[in-house]
């Protein structure tokens, strides 16, 4: 069933075909962390809502330019990073799918790679922190 409702925001000219589907687009810039877009998504019809947020967060001091997060009513449903060490990003992106954002920062915060004072773990550690911050605003 929640798969079928992500499909329905896959067409956002179809939204509102579906069962009364009721969608909220936000977009907001917040630190370094832009929300691309957020949805709120009410489908009457089946009884639930559910909240899709994306975030766009450009790095700094790593080999990878960016990361696109995707949290799902509290939980990370993607991360994919723009460069980087190509397998090492997909891993780390692998990894956090499914976690609570709270326990990837615990887990990834202060990692470094090499000489560098950062990492793109720890780089998206730094992003969790600033979406939760703006949570809690």
């Known amino acids: 069933l929640l798969r079928r409702a992500v499909l329905f925001l896959s067409s956002a000219r179809n939204y509102n075909k579906y069962n009364n589907a009721k969608v909220i687009n936000i977009s907001e810039l917040h630190g370094n962390v832009a929300r691309i877009p957020t949805y709120f998504v009410s489908l009457p019809a089946y009884g639930f809502k ?6 766009h967060y450009p790095t700094s001091g790593t080999c990878s330019r960016a ?20 397998g090492n990003t997909q891993g780390i992106a692998s990894l956090v799918k499914g ?4 326990y990837v920062i615990e887990r990834l915060k202060g990692i470094r790679c ?6 793109c773990p720890d780089q998206l550690a730094t ?3 600033q979406i939760m911050a703006q949570k809690a605003e």
């Not at 559910?50 to 975030?55: L, S």
Request: proline fraction near 3%; charge should be negative; aromatic fraction near 8%.
């Open 67 to 86: 990361i696109d997060i995707e949290i799902n009513d509290g939980v990370i449903s993607s991360v994919a990073f723009t460069g980087g060490c190509h």
């Open 50 to 55: 559910f909240i899709i947020m994306k975030y």
């Open 114 to 119: 090499g000489a560098k004072s950062t990492s």
């Open 127 to 129: 992003a969790l922190q």
């Open 99 to 102: 976690q609570k954002p709270e």
